[in-house]
């Protein structure tokens, strides 16, 4: 027993020596797993170190020591490799998210540049989280490469964005008359972004002709201006004289009324001259109105202006009713104070407008007749409406040493006042300009002015010292004392003391391009920052000739440099893509270099440098010297501006724009007056207006008209509505003044919806309404009762069942439907028009719409009294007719270009209304026309045409489009009508058809011409009146008969000049026409594509040239030849027609409808005989001879004659 118990122990103590050891072999073992793991995991083996780690695993486990530090051990390697797998995979895919950004950025997917950056940036944002996930870093310079990429393409873009919308700019700037200047500032901002984009500057050489142009334009208007002086000057005189002639006329007129004891018929209208003295030219008030067929003895009553409301308005209400016009004449008035009841209207109006704060009081410049003695507002000009005044700052540049010529001013402080917009460049004056004499050599005058300072004398041109004397800039109020005249000649060479340039004397230097109506004829010269003075200084100083001639002395021109005083960051329109600009401080020499610019006759060139230099020097310029050093230009300008005139260096200063004439033939001036003015463009009002404009809920017919409301919101001030006499009504709170006549009539739409109960009879008011209200009652309560929902006003006279007559009709009317007027009313009296009813009527009340249109031209020139292109309403109704005139009007042009009268367009007119008669009178009278059934194809068709147009000329009414109302309405009707009537040949006409033609197109062309269509509703036996009549009810439009009819009238077209053609070479006799059910194989592939790409992303701006490569072609490559011309037909085709143009058969019987019009295809081309055939029966010989026919378009061979 014990031997056989020292056997167990002893076998038990090998076991467990085994066991240690097979444990301490695992354990070995599994070390070595885990090292190989770790080393093959740090190598990148994932799966090798996750094998290894299984391993060691399963050895530690087997010896049961999988716990502890080796257990960690293992799990923290194996989460090493598990995050080291996760990291590949996110860099895997990574990187195909980033091939697939490039891939978009290569256009490998389609579409515009923009499109595949928003593409490139959807992979590039997968792509960078999986590569942020897989801690890889080699990838980034990839990425970074395609982050500038994208960024040069978003950059290249956007400036070619901004490079259309400033070549827009300068179209609407051109087109709305802007200076060239700020037409050249917008042309040049388009050069540089196309510059950015890397596109060339070239494609805006036609917007720069455009461009110079204009400058050249706005040039030869100065001149025609400076010459046209002394010719006003002449006509001045001349209408004094004519003035003392119809005085003479006027008395005697008067004496020989009193002594026949009655007054001239003022309604007649009697013409005693012929139509050939009627269109010559007439240029006086009084030949105008005699050329109007007013009779000579009542022409001197026009002197009275309320002469003009008694005579015009009845001959106007006539001339309407002539022509047909349909108006409720019950709601008809006039304006002003002459009429007490709409007086108390305009009082009520602007007493609200001043309720709301919307009208202030205080110094205005505004522009100012110095005949008139008050504001001349934009109805009140003979020329330059909408011009407004322009803001100064006079520099006063002290004279050092008198000239000769100026000796007699000794002990007066003398100065020169240059006028300038940016006097923080004043530091830069290296000397000054003057206009030594006129272009044609003659004598320039400067005159010697005083001024408001005491002891101060001004140096200016006359035209400037005008404009000073009504600012307080002269002693007395409108009168500019002149001490002494200068020529030009003598004012080379003066020396000056300027403010703020370092320089303590700088000389008065010549300059031709000087205008003396614009500024004040002094020109400072600051050569660093304007290029004008760069070019003329370095004229000078090269050029010792030109200093010889107008005696110019070398030390006044050589020893002086330009003077840096602004940083500009500056970059040339050609510098390359992603270049920095470069900072230079004398832009004006820069820009001379890279336009170009030799001399003073680079107009163009130096008009482009000069936008430039403006633009970056006020928008990114800063001062490098001066009190204002390291500011911007633009917080510098107002603080200089403020420093010089509170140390009394300069003067505030206003002219007008451009030149304005008064209806009274002065020029005016700019006034600083006393004065009412509506505060427009206040930004809560601005905000309110713009709101509505941009709304949906309004509608202006054109783009233009729209545009044209933004611009006007965008610069429309303060608005001077008073002036001190004239016609119209009193300032309710300040009756020394007269509200003027843009500012009194932009709500008179709610007067005419119940003028007819306060006035009747005259329009002038003077015999109470229906309402048989006095005017003195109609006070401000009772206005805001009947328009504003206000309460009812307490102790009025008036019968509260007459105030809500009154109420009723505005509710029912208002608000505004439709505003129509011209579109150079757009810049003032429209935008007043949508202010003010913003302001006091409740949003329910405004306005829904305006349409606008432009002026009336005769035969292609300008509509003048004075040149004697000029027609009346009657006498265009005499010599056309009514519905001729309306016929021809309407034609003449929509939307807001100049519409175009045409004399012959009007004969035209009536010989078409009178052919139309002739037809239903004898349609009337036609007993062989067909009854019964519309069984023939061309009855369906005709009746299918008639609706399509009648719906169509409806929706081009309803756009205000009345010239093409009348080409789908008359013209494409008319075409219908007779192709019908040629188509039906012997068979003849349908009866009924005919007359449901006659119906219709009488409804339809009734606007246009009401007379001509309620004679046609009468022939045709209705008894009451067309007007009564509704919009003829037509059935839906059959677009497959629309199809069928098209592709009938293409084959015939096609058919005609092919025949045409053929005749030229041989004697036809008939011919043999080809149909086609089916495409070749070929087409029918390249459609089937081609329908694809159209249905899905549709076709890409470089389709056509990547078409060939897509898989689905590549079995054509062989007829690349054949097949591109076709998809480029069918493509343009689809721009036509949709998505059918991709039809691989037509839904329609081709066969038959050519059957079904043969006899009428047979007389239209001359031929005996036409026989169909399908394109399968072809012969080969004809198959090898013709263009295979296809679904929609036949092949023909003729038959040649024995």
Not at 963 to 977: L, N
């Amino acid at each position: 027993e014990k031997e056989e118990r020292d056997q167990l122990a002893a076998a038990e103590q090998e076991r467990a020596a085994a066991e240690a050891e097979r444990r301490q072999s695992a354990a070995a073992q599994a070390d070595t797993a885990i090292e190989d793991a770790a080393a093959a995991a740090a190598a990148g083996d994932a799966e090798e170190a996750a094998v290894l780690l299984a391993a060691a695993r399963e050895l530690l486990g087997s010896a049961g020591l999988l716990e502890g530090a080796k257990l960690d051990l293992i799990n923290q390697l194996e989460a090493r490799i598990a995050a080291d797998e996760n990291r590949l995979a996110a860099r895997a895919e990574g990187e195909q998210m980033l091939e697939a950004a490039e891939a978009a950025m290569e256009g490998l997917g389609g579409g515009t540049a923009l499109e595949c950056v928003e593409e490139a940036r959807q992979f590039l944002r997968l792509a960078k989280a999986s590569i942020d996930r897989s801690l890889s870093t080699d990838l980034q310079p990839r990425i970074a490469k395609l982050v500038a990429q994208m960024l040069a393409v978003e950059d290249r873009e956007a400036a070619v964005l901004e490079a259309a919308t400033a070549a827009q700019e300068v179209e609407v700037l051109l087109a709305t008359g802007a200076p060239a200047v700020q037409a050249a500032q917008a042309l040049t901002r388009a050069a540089d972004a196309l510059g950015r984009a890397g596109e060339d500057p070239d494609m805006l050489l036609k917007l720069s002709s455009k461009v110079e142009a204009a400058a050249a334009a706005e040039e030869d208007q100065r001149v025609r201006a400076e010459e046209e002086d002394a010719e006003r000057e002449a006509a001045l005189c001349k209408e004094e004289k004519e003035a003392e002639a119809a005085a003479e006329a006027e008395a005697k007129a008067r004496a020989d009324a009193e002594a026949e004891g009655a007054m001239p018929d003022l309604t007649k209208f009697v013409g005693k001259k012929t139509k050939a003295q009627s269109k010559k030219g007439k240029g006086s008030q009084w030949q105008i109105l005699e050329s109007m067929d007013i009779e000579r003895e009542i022409v001197p009553k026009f002197v009275d202006p309320h002469f003009w409301l008694q005579y015009f308005p009845p001959l106007a209400k006539d001339d309407l009713k002539e022509m047909g016009v349909k108006v409720d004449w019950r709601r008809s008035f006039i304006t002003t104070s002459v009429n007490p009841y709409y007086d108390a209207f305009i009082q009520w109006q602007f007493l609200k407008l001043k309720e709301l704060e919307k009208v202030s009081f205080g110094k205005r410049y505004s522009v100012f007749s110095p005949c008139d003695k008050q504001i001349c507002a934009d109805h009140d000009r003979a020329t330059g409406e909408g011009v407004g005044p322009q803001e100064y700052v006079l520099i006063k540049m002290e004279v050092l040493e008198l000239p000769a010529a100026m000796k007699s001013l000794e002990g007066k402080k003398v100065v020169m006042l240059a006028a300038t917009l940016r006097p923080e460049t004043m530091y830069g004056q290296t000397n000054c300009w003057v206009l030594p004499h006129e272009k044609d050599g003659s004598e320039v005058y400067y005159g010697c002015y005083e001024t408001c300072t005491p002891g101060e004398i001004a140096v200016v041109a006359e035209r400037a010292a005008m404009n000073m004397a009504y600012q307080g800039l002269t002693p007395e109020f409108g009168v500019a004392n002149l001490v002494l005249r200068v020529k030009g000649r003598d004012m080379v060479g003066i020396p000056l003391k300027a403010p703020l340039t370092a320089l303590e004397r700088i000389y008065t230097l010549p300059m031709l391009t000087i205008s003396m109506k614009k500024g004040t004829g002094v020109v400072t010269s600051v050569p660093s920052d304007a290029p004008d003075d760069y070019i003329a200084l370095m004229d000078l100083k090269k050029k010792p000739a030109l200093r010889e001639k107008y005696g110019v002395k070398d030390e006044w021109v050589l020893p002086f440099e330009v003077i840096p005083i602004i940083a500009i960051p500056y970059k040339r329109d050609d510098a390359k893509e992603g270049s920095e600009p470069v900072v230079t401080d004398v832009a004006a020499v820069v820009a001379c270099e890279e336009y170009k610019v030799a001399s003073q006759n680079d107009k163009a060139a130096l008009l482009l440098a000069k936008a430039k230099c403006y633009k970056l020097g006020f928008y990114e310029g800063k001062l490098t010297v001066g009190d204002c050093k390291g500011m911007s230009v633009q917080d510098a300008k107002t603080k200089i501006k403020a420093q010089m005139l509170a140390e009394n260096l300069a003067y505030i200063y206003a002219e007008p724009e451009k030149e304005v004439m008064s209806r009274s033939g002065n020029e005016c001036v700019v006034a600083l007056t006393d004065q009412w003015y509506i505060k427009y463009g206040e930004e809560a009002w601005r905000s309110q207006v713009a709101e509505h404009v941009s709304s949906g809920g309004m509608n202006y017919y054109t783009e233009d008209t729209k545009s044209r409301f933004d611009i006007a919101l965008g610069w429309l001030g303060e608005w001077g509505c008073s002036r001190s006499f004239g016609l119209g009504t009193l300032l309710p709170w300040d009756k020394q003044f007269v509200i003027e006549s843009l500012s009194d009539s932009t709500i008179y739409m709610a007067y005419y919806t119940f003028a007819h109960i306060l006035q009747s009879g005259p329009f002038d008011g003077s015999v109470p309404g229906e309402g048989n209200i006095a005017a003195k009652d109609l006070t401000e309560e009772v206005f805001d009762y009947v328009m504003l929902e206000k309460p009812f006003p307490k102790d009025t006279a008036i019968p509260k069942e007459t105030l809500d007559r009154m109420k009723k009709e505005f509710t029912y009317w208002y608000p505004v439907d439709l505003r129509v007027s011209g579109k150079d009313l757009i810049q003032n009296h429209l935008t007043f028009f949508l202010y003010n009813h913003c302001a006091i009527f409740p949003k329910k009340q405004w306005p829904k719409s305006i349409r606008t249109n432009g002026h009336l031209q005769l035969n292609g020139e300008k509509m003048s009294k004075s040149t004697g292109n000029f027609k009346t309403l009657r006498g265009a109704i005499q010599d056309y007719s009514a519905d001729g005139m309306r016929f021809a009007l309407a034609l003449s042009g929509d939307g807001n270009e100049d519409a175009n009268f045409e004399f012959d367009v009007a004969n035209a007119a009536i010989l078409k209304l009178t052919n139309e008669i002739q037809f239903v009178e004898k349609s009337l009278s036609d007993t062989s026309m067909r009854t019964g059934p519309l069984s023939l194809f061309i009855d369906t068709v005709f009746d299918n045409e008639i609706n399509r147009f009648a719906r169509s000329a409806e929706a081009c009414y309803s756009k205000m489009n009345y010239r093409d109302a009348m080409v789908e309405g008359w013209d494409k009707m008319q075409s219908a009508r007779d192709k019908y009537r040629a188509m039906a040949g012997p068979v003849g006409m349908h009866k009924d058809l005919v007359m449901r033609f006659i119906e219709v197109q009488t409804i339809v062309i009734s606007p246009i011409c009401p007379h001509y269509s309620e004679h046609i509703w009468e022939l045709t036996g209705h008894k009451d009146s067309i007007m009564a009549a509704r919009w003829p009810k037509v059935g839906e439009v059959d677009p497959m008969l629309v199809r069928m009819n098209t592709y009938f009238d293409k084959t015939l077209s096609d058919l005609r000049s092919k025949v045409e053609k053929a005749r030229t070479k041989n004697k036809i006799s008939g011919c043999t026409i080809f149909t086609a059910e089916e495409f070749l194989d070929w087409q029918q592939t390249s459609l089937n594509v081609l329908r694809g790409v159209a249905a899905g992303a549709g076709f890409s701006k470089d389709f056509k040239k990547g078409m060939m490569a897509l898989p689905e072609m590549a079995p054509l490559k062989a007829q690349t030849k054949v097949v591109m011309p076709f998809a480029a037909f069918c493509m343009d085709d689809f721009d036509a027609r949709g998505i059918e143009a991709f039809e691989l058969k037509v839904p329609y019987d081709e066969m038959k409808i050519l059957q079904d019009s043969m006899e009428y295809m047979k007389r239209e081309l001359g031929l005996d005989e036409i026989v169909l055939e399908k394109w399968t029966n072809a012969d080969a010989a004809t198959v090898k001879k013709l263009q295979p026919a296809t679904p929609g378009k036949p092949a023909v061979n003729w038959i040649f004659a024995a």
